[in-house]
């Protein structure tokens, strides 16, 4: 499975952005997806996760402000990020992997990363 992610930019806090996926690959609907980011000088951290069944599971400090959704006929995942904040300010990672919840999935594959920068 090969990702490609895209859509970072630049944003004022406060305003939206949504990320894309774009996967290869005919099995793309039975795969977990997600997306991490990592900020400068920080380590890689969980972001969202939606399964191959929908199932959604997020980092608190985002829930309520950020969607992860898929369309399988497109093979692509979604980040749909709003109200968004300086401290969101991160390099966003794709992955996939196989597992069903957010508990049991690991990432197999990743993708290149998108960069987001949020102006206070």
């Known amino acids: 499975v090969q990702l490609q992610a895209y859509g970072g930019g630049l944003v004022q806090a406060g305003g939206s952005l949504r990320l894309s996926c774009a996967a290869s690959g005919r099995t793309f609907s039975s795969y977990g997806m997600g997306w991490f980011r990592q900020a400068p000088g920080k380590e890689r951290e969980f972001v969202a996760h939606i399964s191959w069944s929908a199932s959604t599971y997020y980092k608190d400090s985002v829930k309520g402000r950020f969607t992860i959704s898929r369309d399988n006929a497109k093979n692509t995942v979604y980040l749909q990020m709003n109200s968004l904040k300086p401290e969101d300010t991160a390099v966003y990672y794709c992955?996939?992997?196989?597992?069903?919840?957010?508990?049991?999935?690991?990432?197999?594959?990743w993708g290149q990363g998108t960069l987001v920068t949020v102006s206070s």
């Open positions: 992955a996939a992997g196989q597992g069903g919840s957010y508990s049991i999935w690991t990432v197999a594959y």
